[in-house]
Structure formats: C-alpha cells, structure tokens
C-alpha cells in the first residue's frame, strides 16, 4: 500500500489547512488510517485516528478540539482538517495506515504498516 500526503504549507498562526492522504489499495476499507507528526529533534508523536468505517475517531490531547479526521472509501483518501493552528503545531506530519476492521483503533507508531512520506506544515507565530 502506497500512501500519498499532500496539503502541508505555511500558515499563520490561527489558521487552517487540510491535509489529505490518498492510498493506492482498493481494499482501503480494511484499514484504519491515522495521522503521526515529528518536529525536528523530536519522536513521531499520534495525532489522530479512525477506523475502517469512519464512526470511531481518536485525538492526541494536544489537538482535540481543533483537528478532525475524516475519511472517504469511495476516494481511498483519509483527511485532517486543522484549525486553529499553532506554531507548535510545527512538523512533518505523516499519513499511516493499519489493516483493522475493527471499531477499535489503538495506531501507535510501532503498530503502523503503512507510512507515507510526509507533508511539511509549518505554523508561523
């Protein structure tokens, strides 16, 4: 499985952008997908998750309330609309994916299959 993010940029602080992820598999319904970021100097941390249908999301606590997960199976394409941005917000963030059909989804960055290469988001104060 081929991961492609794309959406990353430069955006003030306050802002928004919305990354997308879309996988090169057509059983991407068997997978739940997620999203990791890394700042320089520093570990690959989860950001969010959801399952294979889309009705279970997961938040790391630093985004909850301001990132939402979605997804399309129709398109095989995982999103992360992030609001509300700031400059710690600041990484390459990561598209991933885990085959699980189940409605629980415990992604962590050992447990991941499948990384995609990563899109740069940079939040300026």
């Known amino acids: 499985v081929q991961l492609q993010a794309s959406g990353g940029g430069l955006v003030q602080a306050g802002g928004s952008l919305r990354l997308s992820c879309a996988a090169s598999?057509?059983?991407?319904?068997?997978?739940?997908m997620g999203w990791f970021r890394q700042a320089p100097g520093k570990e690959r941390d989860f950001v969010a998750a959801?399952?294979?249908?889309?009705?279970?999301?997961y938040y790391a606590d630093s985004v909850k309330g301001r990132f939402t997960i979605s997804r399309d199976n129709a398109k095989n394409t995982v999103y992360l609309q992030m609001n509300g941005l700031k400059p710690e917000d600041t990484a390459v963030y990561y598209c991933?994916?885990?085959?699980?059909?189940?409605?629980?989804?415990?992604?962590?960055?050992?447990?991941?299959?499948?990384w995609g290469k990563g899109t740069q988001v940079t939040v300026s104060s």
């Open positions: 959801i399952n294979w249908s889309g009705i279970s999301t």
């Open positions: 598999t057509r059983a991407f319904s068997a997978y739940a």
């Open positions: 991933s994916a885990e085959k699980n059909r189940g409605e629980k989804v415990t992604l962590t960055s050992t447990s991941v299959e499948y």
